[in-house]
């Protein structure tokens, strides 16, 4: 199976999104959330109607947006995905992004990517203690915490 669908349109490729069922603009960031997209629905095996891309929310009275939302099939929030360029470094300002989505959230995995390097971290919600994953849980995991 082929899983990019690339276009070019006005001079400019597009890859078409699974999930928001549309082309959008093939920029670097784009390129590593469809990777790790292919990576949530073949590896951890999240069925595709429980992802949500670009999942809209207000903080502070601010419209924000997480790349990437898991859900349970009850439809609770479960995984915030960041995805970066490339070019950017996963650094403490970009876990400090995903920590304000999840403020609202309440996620217990957090998972960030550049498509070079990829940090996973459980929360731990008593305590609210990052524990930093050497590798990627499973969907059937990250729904039982």
Known sequence: MQWFKIRVQNNRKQVFDPIRHKFVALTPEEEVRQNTLFQLINTMKVPESLISVEYSLKLNGLQKRCDIVVFTKEGKAVMIVECKAGSVEIDQ?????????????????????????????????????????????????????
């Open 93 to 145: 300002s970009v876990l400090e992004q995903a920590a304000r989505y999840n403020f609202k959230l309440k996620v217990n995995y957090l998972m960030l990517t550049n498509g070079i390097k990829q940090f996973y971290c459980r929360i731990h919600s008593e305590s609210k203690q990052l524990e930093y994953l050497g590798f990627i849980p499973d969907y059937k995991t990250i729904c039982e915490r």
